[in-house]
């Protein structure tokens, strides 16, 4: 049993160019989140899922897309990167949002 | 709309000694849960101890309790006996039906030998 999959742990991207963060459970879980960690700042959310098809924006959305075509799996995708998306990101899972599982971050450097 | 607020951006304590974290909660959902988080130097989010807001009794896992006072909207962390390992960011988060899971800003917390 997995969990909660991220991939890459470690990027770094020059401004303007795109790329997407995968994120993966293995847990049958509906509940999918996504997350930057600045210094200072906590964890905010960027987008989340209640379920395949079903995508929200959470407290700091510009500059990210999500979709979520399966269960399993909940992309996040920057179209043209920026230094201010210089961060840690989080990709988390639930199955009824009684409990969360984290994965293990990306961090993500724009230069 | 959920805010979770966390005032204190650094805490410290000796070893073996109590120390609490505050932390203060809004939110217009009736089914919501109340969680803290430690983040050691690793990154990992480790799940310290969880409170549903509809049970008025507050949970307790070993050394880690809280004080859950609903009409207050306040959500606190009791760490009793700290240990050295208990060093670490700590976050509280709260969680509803609609899936949103918001965190507070984080406290760190020294322990001091």
């Known amino acids: 049993n997995a969990g909660v999959t991220q991939t890459p742990k470690f990027q770094v991207l020059k401004t303007g160019q795109s790329m997407t963060l995968q994120c993966a459970q293995d847990?049958?879980?509906?509940?999918m989140s996504w997350y930057r960690q600045d210094p200072g700042m906590g964890l905010r959310l960027i987008h989340y899922s209640v379920g395949a098809g079903i995508t929200d924006q959470g407290e700091v959305p510009n500059g990210y897309n999500v979709s979520r075509s399966t269960t399993e799996d909940f992309p996040l995708r920057l179209l043209s990167a920026a230094p201010s998306q210089t961060s840690v990101y989080f990709c988390a899972s639930s199955l009824d949002y009684r409990g969360y599982t984290f994965g293990s971050g990306t961090r993500l450097t724009v230069v | 709309a959920q805010t979770v607020t966390q005032s204190q951006p650094e805490m410290s304590v000796q070893e073996a000694e109590t120390v609490t974290l505050s932390c203060t909660y809004d939110t217009s959902e009736s089914d919501y849960y109340l969680f803290w988080y430690k983040q050691p130097p690793s990154r990992q989010m480790i799940l310290v101890i969880r409170?549903?807001?509809?049970?008025?009794q507050n949970a307790t896992e070993n050394r880690f309790s809280v004080n859950f006072q609903k009409a207050a909207k306040s959500f606190s962390l009791k760490i009793s006996d700290s240990q050295l390992g208990d060093a670490a960011m700590y976050f509280c988060a709260g969680s509803g039906n609609t899936g949103k899971l918001i965190f507070g800003q984080g406290t760190t917390l020294q322990v001091k030998p």
């Open positions: 847990m049958n879980h509906e509940y």
């Open positions: 409170q549903e807001a509809y049970k008025q």
